[in-house]
C-alpha cells in the first residue's frame, strides 16, 4: 500500500518562500499523478499543482501560477512543490495526494492516496 510523507510546511512572512516535500514509499499506477490540495478554515478544498510523474507534465491553479513550480525527483520517489512570492490568502493546510490523472486545474483526479498534511501559514 502507497504511503505519503509530507515536510516543508511553516511559518513565513509575505513575499516569501517554502518548499514543500511529498516522499511516495513506491510508485505505483496509483501514483501516476501526484499533486497538492490545500484547505483553509471555512473554505473548500482546492486543487493547487499536480504532475505527471512518468512525464512530467504538470499543472497549476490559477491563483498559483507565476509563484508555485511543481517538480519531481523519480530516484527519490519525491514530489516538490516550491512556494515564492508567499501570500497571506495562501495560508492553508496542505496535503500531497496521489491518482492515476491529474485534472487540468492543478488538482489530482480523485485521489487514491493522501499525505498527512503540512501547514502553511503566511503572514502580512
Known amino acids: 500500500q502507497v504511503q505519503l510523507v509530507e515536510s516543508g510546511g511553516g511559518s513565513v512572512q509575505a513575499g516569501g518562500s517554502l518548499r514543500l516535500s511529498c516522499a511516495a514509499s513506491l510508485y505505483t499506477y496509483s501514483t501516476n499523478c501526484m499533486g497538492w490540495f490545500r484547505q483553509a478554515p471555512g473554505k473548500e478544498r482546492e486543487g493547487v499543482a499536480s504532475i505527471y510523474i512518468r512525464e512530467g507534465h504538470t499543472h497549476y491553479a490559477d491563483s498559483v501560477k507565476g509563484r508555485f513550480t511543481i517538480s519531481q525527483d523519480n530516484a527519490k520517489n519525491t514530489v516538490y512543490l516550491q512556494m515564492n512570492m508567499l501570500k497571506p490568502e495562501d495560508t492553508a493546510m496542505y496535503y500531497c495526494?496521489?491518482?492515476?490523472?491529474?485534472?487540468?486545474?492543478?488538482?489530482?483526479?480523485?485521489?487514491?492516496?493522501w499525505g498527512q498534511g503540512t501547514q502553511v501559514t503566511v503572514s502580512s
Open positions: 495526494a496521489a491518482a492515476t490523472f491529474c485534472g487540468s486545474d492543478g488538482s489530482v483526479y480523485t485521489p487514491k492516496v
